[in-house]
């Protein structure tokens, strides 16, 4: 079965540069969340759309924006990079609310490994 | 502003022994709460997803209970097995929005 996909897997920066995550929610999937995990952290939620539209917002630096496209692929962009942004960022996708009787399921995609020099 | 508390933080165990695993949340109004299983620098497994309405779910050696009224839930573990070593996470889903928060996780190790 199709999974979520997130690429890169791996990106390393340098301070201040930018950053651009992908994340591409299994077919059909109309939801997408975005998380930072910091070591030894659980998760922290970030942003996440429904149907292109941005749902929900969490910790998310004003440094971050992100958005969802029209084939419902999601991309995060950071800018002006700091050291703590050095994370796990993980996408994860579901079918949202108004369908399959309203589980709401996330399926979390492998994650990107951001390192910030 | 919901919060999720997951205890024990560390858990270690010989092989075959049952083991529960818990979390709670201060609000009660969920849409639903997850379990997921994470192995090191790796992404999260869904094990498990209990809709509000519900009292538990289960999955092979797997059982995860919900009391929403006192806002907690509990991942039972049948015949802990060394495979079954990760960090184990909750994840509540409140209604009103899409935000999902995290607890800090369990992590098991299980003693060949």
């Known amino acids: 079965a199709a999974g979520v996909i997130q690429s890169p897997r791996h990106l390393i920066k340098e301070k201040r540069e930018t950053a651009t995550l992908k994340c591409y929610p299994i077919?059909?999937?109309?939801?997408v969340y975005w998380y930072q995990q910091g070591p030894g952290q659980d998760p922290q939620f970030l942003i996440s759309f429904y149907e292109k539209m941005q749902s929900d917002k969490g910790s998310i630096p004003d440094r971050f924006s992100a958005q969802q496209f029209s084939d419902y692929h999601s991309e995060l962009n950071m800018s002006s990079l700091e050291l703590g942004d050095s994370a796990l960022y993980f996408c994860?996708?579901?079918?949202?609310?108004?369908?399959?009787?309203?589980?709401?399921?996330?399926?979390f995609g492998p994650g990107t490994r951001l390192t910030v020099l | 502003k919901q919060e999720v508390t997951q205890i024990p933080a560390a858990l270690s165990v010989p092989e075959g022994e049952n083991l529960v695993l818990n979390c709670s949340f201060t609000?009660?109004?969920?849409?639903?709460l997850q379990w997921f299983r994470q192995d090191p620098g790796k992404g999260l497994t869904s094990l498990l997803l209990?809709?509000?309405?519900?009292r538990e779910q289960t999955s092979g050696r797997l059982n995860a209970s919900l009391d929403k009224s006192s806002g907690r839930s509990t991942l039972y573990i049948a015949a802990s097995q060394p495979g079954d070593s990760a960090t184990y996470l909750c994840a509540v889903f409140n209604t009103g929005g899409f935000k999902t928060i995290f607890g800090a996780g369990t992590r098991l190790f299980v003693k060949a």
């Open positions: 994860a996708s579901s079918l949202g609310l108004r369908l399959a009787g309203g589980l709401n399921e996330q399926f």
């Open positions: 077919p059909r999937h109309d939801t």
């Open positions: 609000d009660s109004a969920i849409y639903n």
């Open positions: 209990i809709q509000s309405s519900q």
